[in-house]
C-alpha cells in the first residue's frame, strides 16, 4: 500500500454532494473521516443517533440546520471504517434532489465541523488506505465518464481488480526469474535450473505484449475515436456520412468543392464513441477559401484516429498521394458501389451511400481497426500512464534477456519497479495528483 502524505489531511473530515448538479429525485451528501458520525449527528435526527448505529445500516429522520429548522426529510446510511468506500467512517444524507436543500445539508456539514472535499478526495482515500489499488481508482473514474456500453464494460473489468490480476500474473513470472538470478548469484556451486529462469521471463515477455495490444483498444474505449473522411471533391464524403448517421447531416450536390470547412458528428461504433469528421475535396484549387479547407482537410486526417480514404469507384482511380497518413491508420473504400465499377482493389471496402450495400462490412472494419484483437472478456490498459509504465516494464524484460545474470537482475529489478507503477504500490506523489486531479468533487 501506498505511504500516506501528511498534506492528503487524512485527519480531517471532509464532506461534499456526491449527486450531479441540478433537480434530482434523489441527492446525496456524503461525509468521511474521523468526525463523520458526529457530524452526522449534528445534522440529522432520527429514532437512533447515527454515532450509535452499527455499519451498513440506515435510519430515517429529518435533516436539521445549525438554529434547529428541518431542511428535509430523508435518509442517514452509517458506514464503519474500514468497511466503507473510503476506509474510513462514512455518513451518507440522501435527500430530495433540490439545490436549495443539498447545499443547506452541506453548509450545515461545513458548520459542524467538515471541509470541503477537494475533486476526487474520497477514492483518493480509499486508494490511500488500500482499498483500491491505482487502476482501480481510474477505472472508478471511467465509469463515471462512459458514454457507451463498450466503456462501462472496461471500467467495471479494471474496477473489479481485472487489471491488476493481469498485472500481478506478469509481476510473479518476473519474481520468480529474479529470484532464480539472485539464487545463482548466492549459491553457483548449488546451481538453477534453466527453464526456472528462462520459461517464466518469456512468459512474463509475452502477457505483458498482450496487455499493451489493449492500450490503443482501451483508451479509443474510454475516450472516444475520430474518423476523418477524406478523398477528392465529389467522392461521396458527405453522402457516407450521412448513411452512417442515419439522417442528413451535411450538404450533398453534384457540383464539386461544396464542403469548404469541415463538419463533425458522432455517433456510436463497435460500442466506441466516434467523432466522424467530413473534411473538403482534396485537390489543387486557386479558390484560397476551398485551398484552406484542403490544408485543414490534411491535417484533420493526420491528427485523427482513424481515415477513411474514400475514391469514387464509377470512374478511373486518382492517387492522394502524400495526402494520406501512414497505411496503419487507414481504411480504403470505394464508394458508389450501386454505379458500374470503373476499377477493383481487394482492399477497398465497397460500399454504396444510395442502397447501402457496404456498410455493415464498413462498421465492421472500423471496429476491428480501432479495437483490434484485444480479447474482449479481459481488462484492457485504458490510460496513457497505464500503457507507460507496462512499456518500460515490457523493455527492462526484453534487455534482460541478453545480458549477464548480474546485469539481468538490475533490469528485472527496474522492470518490477514498473509494474508496481502501474498499479500504484510504488508511484510517486505527483503522478497520483494528476490522476485524481481530473475527478469530480463528491467523488
Known amino acids: 500500500m501506498p505511504g500516506v502524505s501528511s498534506r492528503t489531511g487524512l485527519s480531517d473530515t471532509i464532506a461534499a454532494i456526491a449527486t450531479a448538479p441540478g433537480s434530482a429525485g434523489v441527492g446525496i451528501v456524503r461525509v468521511s473521516g474521523p468526525g463523520a458520525l458526529a457530524v452526522a449527528d449534528g445534522l440529522f435526527q432520527g429514532r437512533r443517533a447515527p454515532s450509535r448505529t452499527s455499519g ?45 436543500v443539498l447545499g443547506r445539508a452541506l453548509e450545515a456539514a461545513l458548520r459542524l465541523g467538515a471541509r470541503p472535499a477537494r475533486p476526487g478526495e474520497f477514492t483518493l482515500r480509499a486508494y490511500l488506505h488500500g482499498r483500491l489499488d491505482l487502476t482501480q481508482a481510474e477505472a472508478v473514474l471511467n465509469l463515471v465518464q462512459a458514454q457507451t456500453d463498450a466503456a462501462r464494460r472496461q471500467a467495471t473489468l479494471g474496477l473489479s481488480g481485472a487489471l491488476r490480476e493481469r498485472v500481478g500474473n506478469v509481476t510473479r513470472q518476473v519474481t520468480r526469474t529474479l529470484a532464480a538470478l539472485q539464487a545463482l548469484l548466492d549459491y553457483p556451486e548449488e546451481g538453477v535450473p534453466e527453464e526456472d529462469r528462462a520459461e517464466p521471463l518469456a512468459q512474463a515477455e509475452h502477457d505483458l505484449t498482450e496487455l499493451l495490444r489493449s492500450a490503443h483498444a482501451g483508451q479509443v474505449a474510454t475516450r472516444g475515436a475520430r474518423l476523418a473522411l477524406i478523398g477528392r471533391p465529389n467522392a461521396g464524403k458527405s453522402s457516407l456520412l450521412n448513411a452512417l448517421l442515419g439522417y442528413e447531416r451535411s450538404i450533398v450536390t453534384p457540383l464539386p468543392g461544396t464542403t469548404r470547412d469541415y463538419l463533425e458528428a458522432g455517433l456510436e461504433l463497435a460500442g466506441v464513441p466516434v467523432t466522424l469528421v467530413d473534411t473538403a475535396g482534396i485537390r489543387e484549387t486557386g479558390d484560397q477559401i476551398e485551398a484552406a479547407g484542403v490544408r485543414q482537410a490534411v491535417a484533420l486526417a493526420g491528427a485523427a484516429d482513424l481515415v477513411l480514404v474514400l475514391e469514387d469507384g464509377s470512374l478511373p482511380r486518382e492517387d492522394l498521394g502524400a495526402e494520406v497518413p501512414p497505411a496503419g491508420r487507414v481504411l480504403k473504400v470505394r464508394t458508389k458501389a450501386d454505379l458500374p465499377a470503373a476499377w477493383h482493389d481487394p482492399e477497398a471496402i465497397a460500399v454504396s451511400a444510395v442502397t447501402g450495400q457496404g456498410l455493415s462490412e464498413l462498421r465492421a472494419a472500423v471496429e476491428a481497426a480501432l479495437l483490434g484483437d484485444a480479447a474482449r472478456g479481459e481488462a484492457w490498459l485504458t490510460t496513457e500512464r497505464q500503457a507507460d509504465a507496462a512499456r518500460r516494464a515490457l523493455g527492462h524484460i526484453q534487455a534482460a534477456r541478453d545480458l549477464p545474470d548480474d546485469l539481468a537482475g538490475y533490469e528485472l529489478e527496474e522492470a518490477l519497479r514498473a509494474l508496481a507503477e502501474l498499479t500504484g504500490q510504488d508511484v510517486q506523489e505527483d503522478v497520483v495528483d494528476a490522476v485524481f486531479r481530473n475527478f469530480c468533487v463528491g467523488k
Do not use: I
Open 56 to 100: 451498513g445500516r440506515f435510519l430515517f429522520g429529518s435533516f436539521l440546520d445549525e438554529a434547529g429548522e428541518v431542511l428535509d426529510e430523508g435518509l442517514c446510511l452509517v458506514f464503519r471504517g474500514p468497511h466503507s468506500y473510503t476506509g474510513e467512517d462514512v455518513a451518507e444524507f440522501q435527500t430530495h434532489g433540490s439545490p436549495a
